[in-house]
């Protein structure tokens, strides 16, 4: 069965001790992947008010995030890498998605994001902050690490290109945002 060389690819990607290419090449497993962190995603932002629009506009910015990866791989000669790279990095969002999502939701986020006073926190809604903001590096640090070893770039050229791709999912959230009026 695919599930547990997968699983251990993932722990140990999580750990530092793996790449990409050490997940298993399975097309369909990619794609029950996007699929499960495209509805984690969703309910999530549907759930803390996200207006339909942009809900969706974040679930293309994601597929345009995987778009270019797939362009990434390709330019660096690569293009065999894709499915096990977009795979990791699927199943990192996932995994963090699932631990993170649940612990955001204990957060006032309407009102951190709107007049954030550390002040109006309880003792244990910081401790919650603290954890999401720990396990947000974390999971950057995993994503550098896949760029690094997929694209064959040194840590450096790996924050570059995470960069790239988180301005180019906020170009698309912003376009998205203009589009349906919101704010």
Sequence with gaps: M?????????????????????MPYSPRLLIGLLVACAA??????????????????????GLVVVG???????GRGKPERFVQTATAFTAVKLLFDI???????LLPLKQILTRFDPADLSGSQTLVMLAVA????????????LLRRSLDIPVAGGVLVFLLLFFVNSIVLGIGAGLTGAS
Aim: aromatic fraction near 12%; glycine fraction near 10%; hydrophobic fraction near 55%.
């Design 99 to 105: 631990v993170v999502y649940p612990l955001a939701l």
């Design 40 to 61: 984690v995603q969703l309910a999530f932002d549907l759930h803390n008010g996200a207006t339909p629009g942009m809900a969706g506009a974040a679930l293309v910015g």
């Design 2 to 22: 695919i599930l547990h060389p997968f699983f251990t690819s993932l722990r140990d990607i999580c750990r530092f001790r793996r790449g990409p290419e050490d």
């Design 68 to 74: 270019m990866l797939f362009v990434l791989l390709r």
């Design 134 to 145: 720990v396990l947000g590096i974390w999971e950057l640090c995993v994503w550098i690490g």
